[in-house]
């Protein structure tokens, strides 16, 4: 074939050096995922046969056209012209080659009799009689390819209705491309996002069951120091420390279960049947009041049958409720705690007076790292709220916070039918 094409076979090929080669695959990628771009839109083919049925022709297509090259996108081949979904024709023998270039409709109703074309070697070729190629602009207004159909037949297509409708497909195919696009990118950036927020975690998690043990050496040295001690101002100096070992514990206690919230199925709980659970809260009630001689704390304490729970886990979840009333709550004002058993169900309150909550602030409480407004002598991670939630989600209950002019609420609630919750929480664990 070289020979008879008058080309010598013995002459040397060019190589196409490394960086030539690797625009090339770049062109070609980018080429393959324009083409599996319009596969993927479901539209595509019930426009094809749209345009076969209003213009008669038999065969219509989606191409996608470069400067060098014609590929089919998507096809409906009713005349067995025989180009299927990813086949490619030779640019410089369609006259999409010449819409690339000037970018305007060609419309051909009988090839015999137009003076334009009837010598054109692209009719020619493929043996077509009418054309119609309408160009497909994305909505930065770049050149894709074209909509376009033929048949071996005349057909009258050169006509404002013919025209408008594919004006209208031509459209309509850009941009439900730019449309694709952007979902593809949301999503993947919502993977990508999703790989972030996952790693950040794991470090979390890491990070605090590391800190255990340089924290563990700080709270036997101090523990050390105070059984040493006897000058008043050293035991002072050892009072500080155990307390910032303490709330550096709570802190990496808050990290740990939030990491362990969210890289697994929710906190997790060790329940039992709790015949003293309220004998245990209402110990850490007086725990907080002792902390915090200055606070009117009250509580009422309703007679309970035992409670299905993890009992240190609900503890906690008083514990967090009531550090944040006495935080955020007006300091001259009572804290009142509500313990109760209704019905079947145990209940838990917390209520503070103070200025209300914003229903924006509201809507946000129980999310991770959220701290409302946050005054300078207010300290944490925000995880509070968040990691209640958790175990009232893991109880199977519900915690609803209201806030209004009256004062600040926030419920806990589940259900103690502890012959069905058995099976549910220690599946849930």
Not at 218 to 243: F, N, T, W
Request: aromatic share 6%; proline share 5%.
């Amino acid at each position: 074939m070289w020979q008879d094409a008058g080309i010598s076979t013995s002459r040397p090929q060019r190589i196409v050096p490394p960086s030539e080669r690797l625009v090339i695959d770049k062109e070609a990628a980018a080429i393959h995922a324009d083409v599996d771009l319009v596969s993927r839109l479901d539209a595509v083919p019930n426009i094809l046969d749209v345009v076969c049925q209003a213009t008669g022709m038999g065969f219509a297509a989606v191409a996608r056209v470069t400067s060098k090259q014609w590929i089919a996108c998507q096809v409906r081949d009713d005349i067995a012209f025989g180009l299927a979904a990813g086949g490619e024709l030779e640019l410089e023998s369609t006259i999409c080659h010449e819409i690339c270039q000037h970018q305007q409709v060609v419309v051909i109703d009988h090839v015999a009799l137009d003076p334009l074309f009837r010598d054109h070697h692209t009719p020619r070729r493929y043996g077509f009689q009418s054309y119609i190629s309408m160009p497909i602009f994305r909505g930065n207004n770049e050149f894709f390819g074209t909509l376009c159909a033929i048949d071996p037949h005349p057909r009258q297509i050169n006509t404002p209705h013919i025209l408008k409708m594919f004006r209208l497909f031509a459209d309509l195919i850009g941009r439900l491309l730019d449309s694709e696009v952007r979902v593809q990118q949301s999503e993947a950036a919502l993977v990508v996002e999703r790989e972030d927020a996952k790693l950040r975690e794991q470090f979390i998690a890491v990070l605090g069951h590391d800190l255990r043990n340089p924290l563990g050496s700080i709270a036997a040295g101090a523990g050390i120091l105070r059984k040493r001690a006897s000058d008043p101002a050293m035991l002072r100096v050892v009072s500080r420390i155990e307390q910032s070992v303490n709330r550096m514990a709570g802190l990496i206690d808050d990290v740990l279960d939030f990491a362990r919230g969210r890289l697994g199925a929710g906190i997790s709980i060790n329940a039992s049947l709790e015949p003293d659970l309220g004998v245990y809260l209402s110990h850490v009630v007086d725990e907080l009041s002792s902390a915090h001689p200055e606070r009117d704390i009250s509580l009422s304490l309703s007679a309970l049958t035992p409670v299905y729970c993890d009992i240190a886990r609900v503890g906690q979840l008083l514990s967090n409720l009531l550090g944040n009333a006495l935080t955020h709550g007006a300091a001259d004002r009572p804290i009142e705690v509500s313990i109760s058993q209704q019905g079947e169900n145990f209940s838990l309150t917390v209520s503070n007076q103070g200025k209300p909550i914003k229903p924006q602030i509201l809507a946000k409480l129980f999310e991770p790292f959220f701290r409302g407004e946050v005054r300078p002598s207010r300290q944490g991670l925000g995880l509070g709220l968040y990691i209640c939630h958790e175990i009232a989600r893991a109880h199977h209950g519900t915690l609803h916070a209201q806030s209004e002019l009256a004062g600040t609420v926030f419920s806990f609630t589940m259900p103690n039918r502890w012959d069905e919750l058995v099976p549910r929480i220690a599946g849930a664990s």
